[in-house]
């Protein structure tokens, strides 16, 4: 799909604050105009061809434009890569990613990454060099204003190779950074195509026959996207380093434990990283990989929303739970054309039993949840929990834990059959809460060793995992009972969720709650004539239409005509209201990238009024010191107004940006 | 003269069929008597022949009907339905064209008679019947009213009925108009019976601990147990100068839902059962009243459906109904382009754009 009005504005403004206005102008063209050769490059974008090569060059190292050398013809197709201009808006984040998981070493890696496109370790590894002797002199570069000083010692957060090596194979590991591969360069539609021709080629003599030869031949070029996909991740081939490629296709049962251990360690350790010793091929070519940081930023909008609806114990968990889940998540939407679209009802998964074994110490399960008497909770349910209770137990005296189906797998009606089984005197309130571990024990003697207090955090776990699955939301689904419950998140009925929640946020705000009554009304009951909206909704008539004139104005809802007659007058016409899902869903990106351009803008408008405290602070003698120390009174206001507003401005661009990603990405 | 011998058995006959038949209309008002019914009371003599004396049931009828004791109503065929004399009374004085206006307001019953329906099926002139009506009105018998459906419709209703309750929209309208104020305060008081229940209100629980817990502790000495207290105490105390908001988001964070399954949310028949004992309104409000605004409740996504075991529904509050507006907006309003209203025209270099705009300019002063 083409990018829309207010997206291209958007872009080239998001090009030109990172790199420059005249990369921007060939980008700008280039979104435009479609692909182009340079030839006609030249001619729209009214650059030298010199010109031309310098900012193509630029553009190509960060990755924001395809090419593509026609065989035929001999020349050469520049296309704009939309997704990573579009990721420039996004870089704050992924930065503040990378830094509550990894630390800010990770943080300034990732940092460098940005401002590098794409570079092989050892471009990587020259520059924290340069960077770190410049240091000693006092000539450091400007990115040092986001360092947090660890170690109080280096302004730079990595302070080794070493540690930069340990760096790179964790973000490696993790998905955020991935190897860079030729077919990288050119656009997807390009190495489509590419293939559909060898394929012809080699396979089919030139040209198919027949449906049943194109489906064979659609087979085909998805298998071999699939392969060149597969080429680009990341293999762990560093040395001293366990194999750790499953990361990605994942539905392997074998690495878990391992990758578990792994997960905790970032979850309740410190994130400081140390030099281990291990070292990455300094040929290897790197760069961000979007797509897996896009899981990362839905893991978190998901986690938001779980603790507005449920609350945020119960937030905490779940965000545990997705942590688990990402690791098997290489990208947030899948290309149908390129991923093989598995049939299985269910994607990947975690138990209970994992979770709560990785789960931070920090989250305390026993609270965040009301406390209710037993008489109060679903009896009948408790029952078939106990019967359930008593095959696992059979299971487990087998050693078959974690392999194997569920020894009964009910359907999980509404989920809210599987109660856990809290005692009344379980008041998770309580300080102490030992007051009946004899009574708790004996639901659980299986297990031997463990003692209740851990089987007690199972439960516990299990409940806001429970709430979790009966929320409207549907934020899991339980799949199966091993390991005290098998649960999935179906992502795209929770992201429509969340969508629907936002649009309504906007509604409420914008149109009041009548209009958005009528809205939600309209949604839920599809079209509707105005007698009946009077009815149901209990507002007076005027009003009603007076709203649904102003939102039909707005473009939110709109309106249909159905003759009763052939002669289509008004008096023998019926009315219909409706609300379009999608509509709403489009307005609001449209809205939301005019919105970011705009302040873009004025941040570049702000920046040019306050330019004199600005160019004071970068010149290349002071840069390094303190604003306070060498600004007067009057200056350090004013730069404290401008920072500020800069703040502000940079700020609301990543909170439009969440709304992007909701309603693009995610 | 078989005149002569029957007049006074006309009348006789006349007060004997309309006692026998008054009561029968009492039981059931929407019972039409037939000729054959008429017949079966056995009280209008056989004819010499033996046969019903149709002749006589005709004569004595019509007495009846010219009294304005009975009515013709059409109800296949021919038949008749008994007035009482008290409204029998009410007919007398009235000219033929009144008569045929006013019985048509009587029949309409509580749903009231349209001007256009009763020119239309009496074919009178429309300045007769607007005589007719406002000597009607005069003399009390029928009084204007106003329908919910149709409150454009010009109608009639017989003075000493009220409007049914298709017509005045049931309980939400008053005088015609939909009382908005009324069903707000309902729908308030429904709502928050239900908050009230669908939460738990936690007061130690203060969201996920900041540090690593220590080992569990087997058990608390009383001197630590109140150490432990004073602690939470003093905590609390310094909560006080929180400023408003965060001490609202305090108290949000604290009503902590109930677990899965839980069963006592409040169903529409407690609902119902609960406004009912509570007296809080004069009307009396079913069950279906009710559901309808339950309804409105859940579009205002203040609210939402959970089954229980016993196969009902249940309703719970939802968590961001809490939240007043200021606290839950969405993101693209924060900033001062979700709200403008020229959004549209913006453009750098257009007459309103990012450098030249107020709202910018006041919303980066703040």
Known sequence: MAPSKNAVELMALLVDEAYGELTSRIFTILLRRGRLPIRLLSMHTLLTPRQLRHGLAVLIQQGLVYHNLEVDTGTTFYEANDDAAYGLARAGKIMDVAENRFGPAARDVVHKLFLLGHCSVSDLVTAYESKNKDHANGNAEGSSTITNDVNGQSVSPVDSIGQLHSVLIQLLDSGFVEPVVRSMFHSPEDTHSMIERQILQESFGGSTKGAKQKDELKLKIKNRMNAIRAEREWKGNAKKRPLNGEHINGINGTNKRRRLSNGSSTVSGDPLIEDDGSRLDPTLVIHINYEKCNVALRNEALVAFAKERIGEITSLIFAQGLAILEKKIPRCRINPSIDKVVDLPDGPGFTTKELTTVLSKAVNPGTGIGKASSGEVNTRALERLESRKHKSEEVKIEGDVSMGDGPDEEPTINGHTHLSDIEDDDDPFEEGDKSNPAKRRKLVTFQAESSGDRENRLELVKKHLMLLATDDAKFLRRTGNNGYGEWTCDFETLVAKMQESEVDALLLENFGISGHRLARMLRRLGKLDEKTMVDTAKLKPKDIRTKLAEMQMAGVIDIQEVPRDSNRTTNRTIFLWFFDEARAATMVTEHTYKAMSRILQRLDIERRRAHDVLALTKRSDVRDFDPEVYLDANQLNDFRAIDAKIDNLLCQIGRLDGLIGLFQEF | ?366
């Open chain 2, 1 to 366: 003269m078989v005149s002569s011998s029957s007049a006074p058995d006309l009348a006789g006959l006349a007060t004997r069929i309309y006692d026998e038949l008054l009561p029968l209309q009492k039981e059931d008002s929407y019972i039409v008597f037939h000729q054959n019914d008429i017949f079966d009371l056995d009280i209008i003599p056989s004819d010499p022949q033996g046969n019903h004396d149709v002749n006589l049931a005709l004569r004595v009828l019509q007495k009846l009907t010219d009294e304005k004791l009975l009515k013709v109503v059409h109800d296949p065929g021919m038949g008749w339905k008994v007035r009482t004399r008290e409204e029998a009374l009410k007919y007398r004085g009235l000219t033929t064209e009144e008569d045929l206006v006013y019985s048509y307001v009587d029949e309409a019953e509580d749903e009231g008679a349209w001007t256009k329906n009763i020119k239309s099926r009496s074919n009178l002139h429309e300045a007769v019947i607007q005589a007719a009506l406002k000597k009607l009105k005069s003399r009390n018998l029928i009084s204007e009213m106003k329908s919910v459906e149709h409150p454009a419709r010009k109608m009639y209703i017989k003075s000493n009925l009220s409007p049914n309750d298709r017509a005045t929209g049931g309980p939400w309208y008053t005088d015609g108009e939909l009382d908005t104020v009324f069903i707000d305060t309902i729908m308030n008081t429904l709502f928050d019976y239900i908050l009230k229940k669908t939460f738990y209100f936690s007061k130690s629980y203060g969201g996920p601990m900041k540090k690593e817990p220590k080992k569990v502790i087997k058990k608390m000495s009383p001197e630590e147990a109140r150490a432990k207290r004073d602690q939470v105490l003093g905590a609390e105390k310094s909560e006080e100068e929180l400023d408003e908001k965060s001490k609202r988001m305090k108290y949000y964070e604290k009503n902590l839902p109930m677990p899965a399954g839980y069963q006592a949310y409040p169903t529409l028949d407690e609902l119902t059962v609960w406004i009912e004992a509570h007296k809080f309104f004069t009307q009396t409000l079913t069950a279906s009243d009710l559901q309808q605004l339950l309804d409105v409740l859940e579009f205002d996504d203040k609210i939402e459906k959970v089954f229980i075991a016993s196969g009902g529904l249940a309703y719970r509050a939802l968590r961001k109904s809490m939240l007043n507006e200021d606290d839950r907006g969405s993101v693209l309003n924060e900033a001062p382009c979700g709200r403008c209203p020229v959004f549209d025209l913006c453009e750098e270099g257009g007459p309103v754009g990012p450098s030249n705009c107020e709202y910018f300019n006041e919303w980066l002063l703040l």
